[in-house]
Nanobody, 120 residues
Framework: QVQLVESGGGLVQAGGSLRLSCAAS????????MGWYRQAPGKQRELVAR???????NYADSVKGRFTISRDNAKNTAYLQMNSLKSEDTAVYYC??????????????WGQGTLVTASS
């Protein structure tokens, strides 16, 4: 079993910064990719950023140049540095991981979500 625990959400003024963390634990052999998704009220969940095991990244157009995803493989942890936050970034942010377990299974895991509010 694999769990993701997120932290770092909160309330910030527009233009400010926040850093989200996502720590994976459990029966992990390797993590192929980790990513952040978000869901605003009344909207569908969308990909914000993803980082693969080879450190390649991709971002939603709306956050390019403002958000940076990174990972610490030794700690099985991913980070999302969010700068120049806008009110439209307000959402619940979910961590996602594609994991190979010690039993050789490929599983997709989600965190519980953390609320980010950027007030204008």
């Amino acid at each position: 079993q694999v769990q993701l625990v997120e932290s770092g959400g909160g309330l910030v003024q527009a233009g400010g910064s926040l850093r989200l963390s996502c720590a994976a634990s459990g029966s992990i052999f390797s993590i192929n990719a980790m990513g952040w998704y978000r869901q605003a009220p009344g909207k569908q969940r969308e990909l914000v950023a993803r980082i693969r095991s080879g450190s390649s990244t991709n971002y939603a157009d709306s956050v390019k140049g403002r958000f940076t995803i990174s990972r610490d493989n030794a700690k099985n942890t991913a980070y999302l540095q969010m700068n120049s936050l806008k009110s439209e970034d307000t959402a619940v942010y979910y961590c996602n991981a594609l994991v190979v377990t010690n039993a050789g299974r490929y599983v997709e895991v989600w965190g519980q979500g953390t609320l980010v509010t950027a007030s204008s």
